[in-house]
């Protein structure tokens, strides 16, 4: 988290990580707890991610590009499925029937986001927005990420202003919640 650098640099590193702890899923046996502790900090750096980008990101799509509300609501949709995913699979336990089926459905829904956010959207932000603007977007980001909530909350609004003003108090309700738990460790 807060990986420095514009705001493409910062998502596009947030990615790799994504992408890495998928990885590490997959290379732990079945059934294992660690496997629940990975879910765990996939779901964390997902939520982190999504929120920041929905406080900031979207909104500076909708300002700059042409298209703009287009592309941001079909990414607040993508965020929305991949958030029911997330809620969903904090609900199981490692052993569940379902739990590694949901884990695959996560893995296809957050790679095609990536995929369409780095080979579309960034390239027309690279394009369209000014340096300075997306050096901003970027230190604005990683703040976002600093108090953004740990844990799914789909039914929370996902678009400025309420968003900015929800995200934080729920950032501090579910960090007191992992660190009573030991989640997130």
Same mark, same amino acid.
């Given at each position: 988290m807060g990986h420095g650098g514009d705001v493409i640099a910062e998502l596009t590193t947030d990615h790799?990580?994504? /992408? /890495?702890l998928f990885t590490q899923f997959e290379n732990t046996p079945p059934g294992s707890t660690d496997r629940k502790r990975l879910v765990d900090a996939l779901?964390?750096?997902?939520?982190?991610?999504s929120v920041a980008e929905e406080e900031h990101l979207y909104p500076a799509v909708r300002e700059h590009l042409e298209g703009g509300d287009t592309l941001a609501d079909k990414e607040l949709a993508d965020?929305?499925?991949i958030e029911?995913?997330?809620? !969903?699979?904090?609900?199981?336990?490692? !052993? !569940?029937l379902d739990f590694d089926?949901?884990?695959?459905?996560?893995?296809?829904?957050?790679?095609?986001?990536i995929s369409e956010e780095e080979n579309d959207l960034f390239a027309q932000l690279r394009r369209g927005v000014h340096p300075y603007v997306l050096e901003e977007l970027g !230190?604005?980001?990683r703040q976002a990420k600093k108090s953004a909530p740990t844990r799914p909350h789909p039914g929370a609004p996902s678009t400025p202003p309420v968003n900015k003003l929800l995200a934080p108090g729920l950032g501090l309700v579910d960090r007191v919640r992992d660190y009573v738990s030991g989640r997130g460790r």
């Open positions: 790799r990580e994504v /992408e /890495e779901t964390i750096e997902l939520v982190r991610h965020h929305f499925r029911k995913l997330l809620d !969903d699979l904090q609900k199981r336990k490692v !052993d !569940d089926r949901l884990v695959v459905k996560l893995r296809t829904e957050v790679a095609a986001h !230190d604005k980001v």
